[in-house]
């Protein structure tokens, strides 16, 4: 006896920020017949893992405009995910940086961007427990802003089902199935399913999928180690985020932690645990920028994926000779920032025909391949 098929109008692969943003779009404007299946348990993988910060700071136009495009979204969940606007600090210490720094505000505020230079006298005297010796150029946006990445999460995932998406949890997809140039749907650990449009936004583990198919996806695995530790009164209730990238180093409050960044290395193993020993050097590295956490106690901390690309920037459209297939992948460590535009772009590709809100040309999945 033959068995049957199961079939949805629009699967999508991956229940992370993007995959649940999508379906949460999608369902909410009417879609019918919307399945998120994941390896694992929903919202679990990468996206819980981040940061949890957002940011308009971004060198590049096409990343500002999904920063300012997705805010109202967090804006609205509010303090359901602990949603602080309490500004991030870009510091610079290498020669070039002062430059780099004018011409990315310059772009930022003509983008509507609330963003200014600081000088390192400046920093000090505004932000006292700042350390700013050897920072040559600085940046200040008041709205860029910290939240809860695992609330952020529960809620997205509760909203999507809530709008009338399914969200399958523990099914593998193991490949994707073809009917001449057409993606017709996927093989899973749990069956066949077929789909009327497929949507890939399963992070780092989106390459292997693609590559059933013979589409190569040129997305790494870069493994980052964040820490946390207590909270101190030492620091204002609404610390800024402060970057130091010439450091490699970060630290940000919110309301229930002080997080610090570890070490960053790629990676070909994307289950291997955090080694909580790693945050006695990050809390070294970072108490340089802001001495006073020096000795504070360590609470906890996770390892997490970024899925990288060579340029920084996501994939997210079609390629060629794949018809029916959507791919939203690669945002190299942007995605929960930038889910909700996401989710915007795609549903209007599935159901209006074309991305409006925003032309997404420059992030061609493809764009590699083509120079």
Same mark, same amino acid.
């Given at each position: +006896?033959? =068995?049957?098929?199961?079939?949805?109008?629009?699967?999508?692969? *991956?229940?992370?920020?993007? $995959?649940?943003?999508?379906?949460?779009?999608?369902?909410?404007?009417? =879609?019918? &017949? #919307?399945?998120?299946?994941?390896?694992?348990?929903? $919202?679990?993988?990468?996206?819980?893992?981040?940061?949890? $910060?957002?940011?308009?700071?971004?060198?590049?136009?096409?990343?500002?405009?999904?920063?300012?495009?997705?805010?109202?979204? %967090?804006?609205?969940? &509010?303090?359901?995910?602990?949603?602080?606007?309490? &500004?991030?600090?870009?510091?610079?210490?290498?020669? *070039?940086?002062?430059?780099?720094?004018?011409?990315?505000?310059?772009? =930022?505020?003509?983008?509507?961007?609330? #963003?200014?230079?600081?000088?390192?006298?400046?920093?000090?005297?505004?932000?006292?427990? /700042?350390?700013?010796? &050897? #920072?040559?150029a600085a940046t200040w946006?008041?709205?860029?802003?910290?939240?809860?990445?695992?609330?952020?999460?529960?809620?997205?995932?509760?909203?999507? =089902?809530?709008?009338?998406?399914?969200?399958?949890? *523990?099914?593998?997809?193991?490949?994707?199935? +073809?009917?001449?140039?057409?993606?017709?749907?996927?093989?899973?650990?749990? *069956?066949?399913?077929?789909?009327? #449009?497929?949507?890939?936004?399963?992070?780092?583990?989106?390459?292997?999928?693609?590559?059933?198919?013979?589409?190569?996806?040129?997305?790494?695995?870069?493994?980052?180690e964040i820490f946390t %530790?207590?909270?101190?009164?030492?620091?204002?209730?609404?610390?800024?985020?402060?970057?130091?990238?010439?450091?490699?180093?970060?630290?940000?409050?919110?309301?229930?932690?002080?997080?610090?960044?570890?070490?960053?290395?790629?990676?070909?193993?994307?289950?291997?645990?955090?080694? /909580?020993?790693?945050?006695?050097?990050?809390?070294?590295?970072?108490?340089? /920028?802001?001495?006073?956490?020096?000795?504070?106690?360590?609470?906890?901390?996770?390892? $997490? /994926?970024?899925? !990288?690309?060579?340029?920084?920037?996501?994939?997210?459209?079609?390629?060629?000779?794949?018809?029916?297939?959507?791919?939203?992948?690669?945002? !190299?460590g942007h995605g929960v920032?930038?889910?909700?535009?996401?989710?915007?772009?795609?549903?209007? +590709?599935?159901?209006?025909?074309?991305?409006?809100?925003?032309?997404?040309?420059?992030?061609?999945?493809?764009?590699?391949?083509?120079?």
């Open positions: +006896m033959e =068995q049957t098929v199961e079939r949805v109008e629009v699967l999508i692969i *991956g229940a992370g920020s993007i $995959g649940c943003a999508i379906a949460e779009e999608l369902a909410g404007r009417g =879609q019918q &017949g #919307v399945l998120v299946v994941d390896r694992g348990k929903a $919202g679990d993988g990468s996206s819980s893992r981040a940061a949890g $910060g957002l940011r308009a700071q971004f060198p590049t136009e096409i990343n500002v405009r999904m920063t300012l495009l997705s805010q109202p979204y %967090f804006r609205e969940m &509010g303090d359901t995910i602990d949603w602080v606007e309490s &500004g991030y600090i870009y510091l610079g210490r290498n020669p *070039g940086k002062p430059e780099e720094y004018q011409r990315n505000v310059a772009m =930022q505020r003509a983008l509507g961007v609330d #963003v200014e230079m600081v000088d390192p006298d400046t920093l000090e005297s505004r932000w006292p427990w /700042l350390n700013a010796e &050897g #920072v040559i946006c008041p709205t860029d802003a910290v939240f809860d990445q695992v609330k952020f999460m529960d809620v997205l995932v509760e909203r999507a =089902q809530a709008a009338g998406a399914e969200v399958r949890e *523990g099914v593998a997809v193991t490949g994707l199935r +073809m009917d001449g140039d057409r993606v017709v749907g996927v093989e899973t650990t749990a *069956g066949s399913i077929e789909a009327g #449009v497929t949507v890939l936004a399963a992070g780092a583990w989106s390459p292997p999928i693609a590559a059933t198919v013979g589409l190569t996806l040129p997305v790494g695995m870069v493994r980052r %530790f207590e909270r101190t009164p030492a620091l204002p209730e609404t610390t800024p985020f402060v970057a130091d990238f010439d450091l490699g180093r970060y630290i940000a409050q919110n309301v229930n932690d002080l997080r610090m960044s570890g070490g960053m290395s790629v990676s070909d193993n994307p289950e291997a645990p955090v080694n /909580l020993a790693n945050g006695e050097a990050a809390q070294s590295s970072v108490s340089q /920028l802001v001495p006073v956490v020096a000795g504070l106690r360590q609470t906890g901390g996770w390892a $997490g /994926l970024i899925e !990288s690309t060579p340029d920084g920037h996501a994939l997210l459209g079609t390629a060629s000779g794949y018809d029916g297939l959507i791919i939203a992948t690669g945002f !190299s920032m930038h889910a909700p535009v996401t989710a915007t772009l795609v549903a209007e +590709m599935i159901l209006d025909g074309a991305p409006s809100t925003l032309d997404i040309a420059s992030l061609a999945p493809t764009r590699f391949a083509e120079g």
